[in-house]
């Protein structure tokens, strides 16, 4: 997978995983936020979206989460995207 290229396997390099990974940053993460899962995403697999999930719950966060179905990496759901920005930045839901 994508990681793996650059950073090597997590046996070989544990600390680098451990010091890269989003999950510890879910506690201290600011005002709202939103995750996608692309179906067909080729450089996230889905249980790393599930993991930081774990980590946003065990830290008391809320968020929404969006799934684009056969959208790879970068199939945003632009639909979604803007509801999300203009509920909080406009009308400052949640």
Do not use: C, W
């Amino acid at each position: 997978m994508y990681t793996e290229r650059y950073m090597g396997l997590p046996a070989d390099n544990a600390a680098g995983y451990d010091a890269g990974s989003a999950i510890k940053l879910a506690e201290g993460l600011k005002g709202r936020v939103l995750l996608y899962l692309g179906t067909s995403d080729d450089n996230v697999h889905p249980s790393n979206t599930y993991q930081f999930i774990q980590g946003l719950d065990r830290a008391g966060r809320s968020y929404e989460f969006a799934v684009g179905v056969d959208q790879g990496h970068s199939g945003v759901r632009r639909d979604r995207e803007l509801e999300f920005f203009v509920d909080t930045l406009v009308f400052g839901k949640r």
